[in-house]
């Protein structure tokens, strides 16, 4: 880094800031990281449909790549890279292959959320000159600080005399769920003795890091599609199938999925449409609806009987459902051994005054299906977080962070990854202690 590193990170982070591009439509970030990933200097970089097999993807859109496409275009990216990311195969990964040593995956997300950034000159991107300039798109969740820290832990690894592999995964569509399965299952993911996977803030203040999240939800999105007959509603309303009053019956139906007595589970309808006009018995309804648990059985079960509620409320109304899980993401937990290790790198970093060891996610992530694939392989994962001060809650128009935690992520990581490369193999704890994961996996019953 040729500027004092403090500018760079801030440069760098603001320039993702000023251009959040939504799943699988990250054209300009990905062109803007290979730019970068090039100018670092790097063994090999796998773009898209070379990073992943592209039908392991998730909640890919049917329509609306090509303005994307064609901004990008307009903002100078490669035009061969472009073509390489046709039908929105974005995202890359990027390794260092550096001699003997250990194999260690870094897992960053890089795609923003449909939301306006405001235009509140108290707001920091206002008043700096770097608020969003796509229009109802911003980066609320601290994605852009994500793609800084692995931009920025590929170049110094890159320029030490670390031994070992590193891959850092530039993963799309966290948002949505749908980038991490594709990734996990990529042959880049295969052998990888340590994953770290990092996310900032999350209510953790500037100078704290947790060294692992635990208990992260299953979680699966489901659409619902309800099709019924439609009819006059004065002249014969028993000519029709009601898709809009199955559409209400299945909402109601499903806030009464029983909980279960194995642990917690979620269930939520978040958006319903349906109809034409009042004097119309509707035909079609649509629903976007998402099934959380405590574990991936959990999950499984709400998702279950989601589904069975939907079918039976449009069976009862005459009406045909058609239900499609569009994502979802596996529970996973942080190892202790890379907690520890973790922990003990984070207390020796400037600027870090508090470290813990492990909390509890309470959302989810799809970095689970990468945490998942190594702990399988007999690796060992954790997901850290990096506090930062931020004034409003991730995906607020108001959402920004503290730049000073820009290094203090890169500190950690850096200093996790030569750590690991001086104790590799980190010693497993016995593989006879149940972990909370190991009855993640379990079936539960209905
Ligand atoms: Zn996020």
């Given at each position: 880094?040729?500027?004092?590193?403090?500018?760079?990170?801030?440069?760098?982070?603001?320039?993702?800031h000023?251009?959040?591009?939504?799943?699988?439509?990250?054209?300009?970030?990905?062109?803007?990281?290979?730019?970068e990933?090039?100018g670092?200097?790097?063994?090999?970089l796998?773009?898209?449909?070379?990073?992943y097999?592209?039908a392991?993807?998730?909640?890919?859109?049917?329509?609306?790549?090509?303005?994307?496409?064609?901004?990008?275009?307009?903002?100078?990216?490669?035009?061969?890279?472009?073509?390489?990311?046709?039908?929105?195969?974005?995202?890359?990964?990027?390794i260092?292959?550096?001699?003997?040593?250990p194999?260690?995956?870094?897992?960053?997300?890089?795609?923003?959320?449909?939301?306006?950034?405001?235009?509140?000159?108290?707001?920091?991107?206002?008043?700096?000159?770097?608020?969003?300039?796509?229009?109802g798109?911003?980066?609320?969740c601290?994605h852009?600080?994500?793609?800084?820290?692995?931009?920025?832990?590929?170049?110094?690894?890159?320029?030490?005399?670390?031994?070992?592999?590193?891959?850092?995964?530039?993963?799309?569509?966290e948002?949505?769920?749908?980038?991490?399965?594709?990734?996990?299952?990529?042959?880049?993911?295969?052998?990888?003795?340590?994953?770290?996977?990092v996310?900032?803030?999350?209510?953790?203040?500037?100078?704290?890091?947790?060294?692992?999240?635990?208990?992260?939800?299953?979680?699966?999105?489901?659409?619902v599609?309800?099709?019924?007959?439609?009819?006059?509603?004065?002249?014969?309303?028993?000519?029709?199938?009601?898709?809009?009053?199955?559409?209400?019956?299945?909402?109601?139906?499903?806030?009464?999925i029983?909980?279960?007595?194995?642990?917690?589970?979620r269930?939520?309808?978040?958006?319903?449409?349906?109809?034409?006009?009042?004097?119309?018995?509707?035909?079609?309804?649509?629903?976007?609806?998402?099934?959380?648990?405590?574990?991936?059985?959990?999950?499984?079960y709400?998702?279950?009987?989601?589904e069975?509620?939907?079918?039976?409320?449009?069976?009862?109304h005459?009406?045909?459902?058609?239900?499609?899980?569009?994502?979802?993401?596996?529970r996973?937990?942080?190892?202790?051994?890379?907690?520890?290790?973790?922990?003990?790198?984070?207390?020796?970093?400037?600027?870090?005054?508090?470290?813990?060891?492990a909390?509890?996610?309470g959302?989810?992530?799809?970095?689970?299906?990468?945490?998942?694939?190594?702990q399988?392989?007999?690796?060992?994962?954790t997901?850290?977080?990096?506090?930062?001060?931020?004034?409003?809650?991730?995906?607020?128009?108001?959402?920004?962070?503290?730049?000073?935690?820009?290094?203090?992520?890169?500190?950690v990581?850096?200093?996790?990854?030569?750590?690991?490369?001086?104790?590799?193999?980190v010693?497993?704890?016995?593989?006879?202690?149940?972990?909370?994961?190991?009855?993640?996996?379990?079936?539960?019953?209905?």
């Amino acid at each position: 880094m040729t500027e004092p590193i403090q500018d760079r990170l801030v440069s760098l982070r603001r320039s993702f800031h000023r251009h959040p591009e939504p799943a699988w439509r990250e054209f300009t970030t990905t062109a803007r990281l290979v730019e970068e990933i090039r100018g670092i200097g790097v063994d090999e970089l796998a773009v898209g449909p070379d990073a992943y097999d592209p039908a392991d993807r998730m909640a890919v859109p049917d329509a609306d790549l090509e303005p994307w496409i064609e901004r990008a275009r307009e903002r100078g990216a490669d035009e061969s890279l472009l073509e390489r990311m046709t039908g929105g195969n974005t995202g890359a990964v990027a390794i260092l292959e550096r001699g003997d040593g250990p194999s260690i995956g870094l897992r960053v997300d890089i795609d923003g959320l449909f939301i306006e950034e405001s235009t509140d000159p108290d707001h920091d991107p206002v008043d700096e000159g770097f608020r969003s300039e796509i229009d109802g798109t911003m980066h609320a969740c601290g994605h852009d600080v994500h793609m800084t820290w692995g931009l920025a832990v590929l170049e110094s690894i890159a320029e030490s005399d670390f031994a070992g592999r590193l891959v850092v995964f530039f993963q799309p569509a966290e948002e949505t769920g749908g980038g991490g399965c594709p990734m996990a299952r990529s042959d880049f993911a295969s052998g990888l003795d340590y994953l770290l996977a990092v996310h900032v803030g999350l209510d953790h203040p500037t100078g704290e890091v947790i060294a692992g999240i635990e208990k992260p939800l299953a979680m699966c999105h489901v659409d619902v599609t309800i099709e019924g007959t439609s009819a006059h509603a004065g002249k014969a309303p028993n000519e029709g199938a009601n898709a809009m009053h199955a559409m209400g019956s299945g909402i109601v139906n499903a806030y009464g999925i029983p909980r279960h007595s194995d642990g917690m589970t979620r269930v939520n309808v978040g958006r319903a449409e349906a109809g034409t006009a009042s004097n119309v018995i509707a035909e079609r309804a649509h629903m976007e609806c998402e099934a959380r648990g405590e574990t991936t059985a959990l999950m499984e079960y709400t998702k279950r009987r989601l589904e069975r509620t939907m079918r039976s409320a449009a069976k009862m109304h005459g009406c045909r459902a058609d239900v499609e899980v569009v994502s979802e993401s596996p529970r996973a937990d942080s190892d202790p051994e890379l907690q520890a290790l973790v922990s003990e790198v984070a207390g020796g970093v400037a600027g870090v005054d508090r470290v813990v060891p492990a909390a509890d996610f309470g959302a989810s992530e799809d970095a689970t299906f990468l945490m998942e694939r190594v702990q399988e392989d007999g690796g060992l994962a954790t997901y850290m977080i990096v506090g930062t001060d931020h004034p409003t809650s991730h995906h607020t128009p108001t959402f920004d962070v503290d730049e000073r935690s820009l290094q203090h992520g890169v500190d950690v990581l850096v200093g996790t990854i030569r750590e690991l490369e001086a104790r590799h193999p980190v010693p497993q704890a016995d593989a006879g202690d149940a972990t909370p994961a190991d009855d993640a996996s379990a079936e539960v019953g209905e």
